[in-house]
């Protein structure tokens, strides 16, 4: 079959034929996973709210098993393969490499992610997503993540080898941009992160089939974060490089220096893989250089990084703004944006409350020493419903409302429901997550039944604020649930009802991408940009207070040595 | 150009640095540093490091330690299941068991005593979250981890198991008496 190519009216994009049909598939089958973990979000929370307490033990634990699956796993790694493919053959103008294969690795992934479904509903395998031995799981549990992983990492490759043919063919001059290039970067770290995954979980799953006698705990524990905390860089990697798509393409923004930002992104590379000590930090038996030295990814390189791109985001936006004439004081190009653009607004939120609530949360307890604070405390939840949920899940929703026209061609239904979308989503998911942080410093237990601890012998009494705060999850995670089912409504009924748009030209030789000539010599000098410089002196007062709020409390507490 | 598009530099590489953008830079290295800093300067002055000593071990042994303190310190048993109240001399080596689905034995400590407390699982892994405190360690089977205790403030205390360990996970609670 020859390859084709369509060129986008609305966007002006390129799409290979064979690489739309994949980058739908896989946006589909995440947002069908969504809705599972979506439902499960509910029972969780009808369950964990203390006035509700819907579920019986058993079933929450095995609904909360699988929304961490469905949630962590499949929906954001479903996406995450759609946005590799976008980022390769889409922005790159090329035809995607071996489109063949890369339907066998979708469907690979799809079986895996039914299969585990499958076994996690049979009852049998409420193990949560960690599946920390020596509890077991059947085997079909084990077998269908391997699937799956490996139908990731097949795309992976198909990634690298989209960039080969776009180089080689001569489909863009000069470098990648700047989101290919993010999304290499979590490529790369997904390579490394599905190695982990399968030294691990392959001995697991034979062990679950009696060939293997015994798993050591602790080594389970360090591989297996290898994959699960390197596997959130991806997301991160992944989100950051949307964030920059999104201004770029809502504002025509441009980074404010190529180098910085892709040094930003290289230093992921080279430190993200050691972040698997900040599941171990309260672990025994490994020393406390080891701790350090890994938890703090090796000086905080990789948190430096991060920091970078919080302020060139943003201030990439500012610039684009100031150039359009919006200069007055500090902040009206802020004020000036199109809030109501619900890309916009997605990735705006997005980028906030993952800097200043996932964000700090994750290396304040990152910290060797406050960790004993916080770990297996709902506080980690409360964290990383910043980081994946308010940081990925929301930028990848606000790119959704662009693909929906551009990949679907689709016009988006209700749009006036877009607009409030991010906001009833987003904020509600900002105050989940902070009161899920103050339940779990006030102690409250992750993964945990019944706070009244019912039926325990000698039960323990959380001081009322403890109840006030997990109320609040309730209510609120109730609210987000409203916003993300009416984000999956919305979608879903524009894919099939929308109004057909134009699909614009088709093709069989693809239009390389030609640049504007340098402009060396007369270029314009770019605006400095105030604003963004004291939104990040606000976020980084605000860091450094919590930090060392954390260090007084730990203080208090009993001596330890 | 923007984000979607090739660099319009060839030689982006070469292109100056805005100064605010070089200015946070150089704030946010700076910081991390002091965060990295601050870990090692807490186990230099800092009175909370857990301890690194730890020494594989079996469940048998582990338990038979655990019995041997029990039965040479309990002064009383609690609850319906006789769990035994031990009090043990100050600076000892005590052993704290958790296993489905309770901690066992209920240790009564001096305030301000320091105690060498060893933690180890009988078949899951559990949580040690001690309860007002909240001080919270990993508990592995067939790992003996020994973790020096000094209670700082009298009271009754609760260890709440916070890692997720079946069914009946939320009944699993221990006890701690400070006096
Ligand atoms: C409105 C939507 C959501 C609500 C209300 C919600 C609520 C919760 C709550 C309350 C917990 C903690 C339960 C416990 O530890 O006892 C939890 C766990 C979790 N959630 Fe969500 N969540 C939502 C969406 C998401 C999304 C979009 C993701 C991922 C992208 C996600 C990933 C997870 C994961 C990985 C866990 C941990 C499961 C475990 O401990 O094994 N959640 N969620
Ligand atoms: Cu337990």
């Known amino acids: 079959m020859a390859t084709t190519y369509r060129i986008c009216p609305r966007s002006g994009l390129q799409f290979d034929t064979a690489a739309e049909k994949l980058m739908r598939f896989h946006a589909v089958a995440g947002v069908l996973a969504l809705l599972v973990g979506g439902i499960m979000a509910l029972g969780v929370i009808l369950t964990r709210w203390p006035a509700i307490k819907l579920l019986p033990a058993d079933t929450f634990y095995m609904v909360l098993t699988a929304h961490g699956i469905d949630m962590l796993i499949f929906w954001i790694i479903f996406f995450e393969m759609a946005v590799l493919i976008f980022a390769s053959s889409t922005l790159l103008r090329c035809r995607l490499a071996m489109p063949k294969l890369a339907w066998v690795a979708s469907i690979l992934m799809v079986i895996g992610a039914i299969m585990t479904n499958v076994a996690i509903f049979q009852g049998e395998s409420s193990v949560m997503f960690t599946s920390y031995v020596p509890m077991q799981a059947k085997p079909h549990f084990y077998l269908g993540l391997i699937l799956f992983a490996v139908g990731a990492l097949l795309i992976c490759f198909i990634f690298l080898g989209t960039l080969v043919v776009a180089k080689a063919e001569k489909t863009y001059e000069g470098s990648i941009p700047l989101v290919t290039f993010g999304a290499l970067t979590a490529c790369i770290i997904a390579i490394f992160t599905i190695a982990s995954g399968a030294i691990i979980l392959i001995p697991t799953f034979l062990w679950s089939l009696g060939y293997i006698r015994e798993i050591d705990s602790l080594m389970y524990r360090v591989v297996w974060w290898g994959l699960g905390h390197s596997s959130q860089q991806i997301n991160v990697s992944a989100h950051v490089a949307i964030w920059y798509a999104i201004a770029a393409i809502v504002f025509g923004a441009k980074p404010m220096s190529e180098k910085v930002s892709r040094t930003a992104f290289f230093l992921y590379i080279l430190f993200l893989q050691l972040a698997s000590a900040h599941h171990l930090l309260s672990d025994p038996g490994l020393s406390s250089e080891w701790k350090i030295v890994n938890t703090s990814y090796f000086m905080y390189f990789a948190v430096l990084a991060s920091m970078i791109h919080g302020m060139t985001v943003p201030g990439a936006i500012e610039q684009a703004q100031r150039l359009k004439g919006y200069n007055k004081g500090l902040f009206e190009w802020l004020r000036k944006a199109p809030w109501g653009n619900p890309a916009f607004s997605s990735m705006f939120l997005s980028l906030i409350g993952f800097g200043f609530l996932g964000g700090i949360s994750g290396v304040m307890m990152g910290a060797e020493q406050l960790n004993m604070l916080i770990h297996n405390t709902i506080y980690v939840p409360g964290h990383f419903h910043a980081t994946v949920v308010i940081g990925t899940t929301l930028a990848f929703m606000g790119l959704t409302y662009f693909l929906v026209p551009v990949l679907f061609k689709r016009e988006v239904l209700f749009p006036g429901f877009a607009k409030i979308q991010p906001y009833l989503f987003g904020l509600a998911m900002y105050v989940v997550a902070l009161v899920m942080m103050g339940a779990g410093t006030l102690g409250v237990s992750r993964r945990h039944w019944d706070m009244a601890f019912a039926g325990a012998p000698m039960a323990y009494e959380w001081p009322g604020a403890a109840y006030l705060m997990m109320g609040l999850t309730g209510i609120f995670s109730c609210i987000a649930i409203v916003g993300g089912a009416g984000w999956i409504l919305q979608i879903v009924l524009s894919i099939l009802f929308g109004k057909k748009l134009e699909e614009g030209e088709i093709r069989s030789t693809p239009i390389p991408l030609t640049l504007p000539a340098p402009t060396t010599g007369s270029t314009v000098h770019p605006p400095a940009t105030p604003g963004t410089m004291v939104l990040a002196l606000i976020f980084l007062t605000a860091f450094i207070l919590y930090y060392f709020v954390n260090w007084k409390y730990l203080s208090s507490l009993w001596g330890l040595s | ?179």
């Open chain 2, 1 to 179: 150009m923007s984000a979607i598009l090739p660099p319009s530099e060839r030689v982006w590489w070469n292109q100056p640095i805005d100064k605010l953008e070089f200015i946070w830079i150089a704030i946010a290295f700076i910081w991390s540093l002091t965060m990295f800093g601050m870990m090692i300067w807490w186990h230099i002055y800092g009175n909370q490091n857990l301890a690194n000593e730890t020494y594989k071990t079996t469940k048998e042994m582990f338990a038979a330690k655990a019995q041997a303190v029990v039965d040479q310190y309990t002064v009383r048993t609690e609850t319906d299941k006789q769990v035994p109240v031990v009090k043990p001399p100050a600076g000892s080596d005590i052993y704290l068991i958790g296993r489905l689905w309770d901690w066992w034995p209920i240790y009564e400590l001096e305030k301000g005593k320091t105690y060498k407390l060893h933690l180890s699982a009988m078949d899951y892994m559990h949580g040690f979250s001690l309860q007002p405190q909240n001080i919270n360690i990993q508990v592995h089977p067939n790992y003996d981890h020994v973790v020096k205790i000094t209670p700082t403030q009298a009271g009754t205390y609760s260890i709440v198991c916070n890692e997720y360990c079946g069914i009946g996970h939320h009944t699993m609670v221990g006890r701690v008496y400070v006096k």
